[in-house]
């Protein structure tokens, strides 16, 4: 967990807006998932200021809470579950305990090594950003 310099009055959750399949989940987030959250690709956001860099965007999803803590991977889908409240906020809880917490990593990565492979993925999917044709944002 890492702090930021700048804070926002409400949490930002980061995905890779390049990648089919996480676009598709971002927007099952913004229609299904009701949290106070900012959801947006990282690449349309100056992540310099919130003390995130490039790699760490590209690998992994990105939640920076109004305090500037950043939880990435399984933790940052899990806090975002958690401020969603309703049905999802046990589900987020669950993410956050063993032995759920043990094996949310492993798996959050092998999705993420395979995201080009997932429903909507596409080949772009597993190129870093360095070797998308065009410079992030």
């Known amino acids: 967990m890492e702090y ?5 009055a409400r949490p930002v959750f980061l995905y890779d807006g390049d990648c089919a399949f996480c676009s598709s989940c971002a927007r099952f987030i913004t229609r299904h998932i009701r949290s106070r959250a900012t959801v947006a690709p990282w690449q349309t956001v100056d992540i310099d200021p919130l003390g995130l860099t490039m790699q ?3 690998e992994a999803v990105q939640w920076i809470d109004e305090s500037g803590r950043i939880f990435s991977g399984p933790q940052a889908v899990a806090r975002l579950l958690i401020d969603a409240k309703s049905v999802w906020r046990p589900m987020g809880w669950l993410l956050r305990i063993p032995p ?9 990565r092998l ?3 395979n995201r080009h492979r997932m429903p909507g ?4 999917c597993s190129l ?3 070797k ?3 410079p992030a944002s």
Do not use: F, H, K, N
């Not at 930021?4 to 926002?8: A, G, N, P, Y």
């Not at 759920?100 to 959050?108: G, K, N, Q």
């Not at 993925?121 to 772009?124: A, D, E, I, N, Q």
């Open 111 to 113: 999705v993420a090594r």
């Open 128 to 130: 870093p950003q360095a």
């Open 121 to 124: 993925g596409t080949p772009t």
């Open 100 to 108: 759920s917490s043990w094996l949310a990593e492993p798996a959050y």
């Open 56 to 58: 760490q965007c590209d």
């Open 132 to 134: 998308r044709g065009r």
């Open 4 to 8: 930021v310099t700048e804070i926002s």
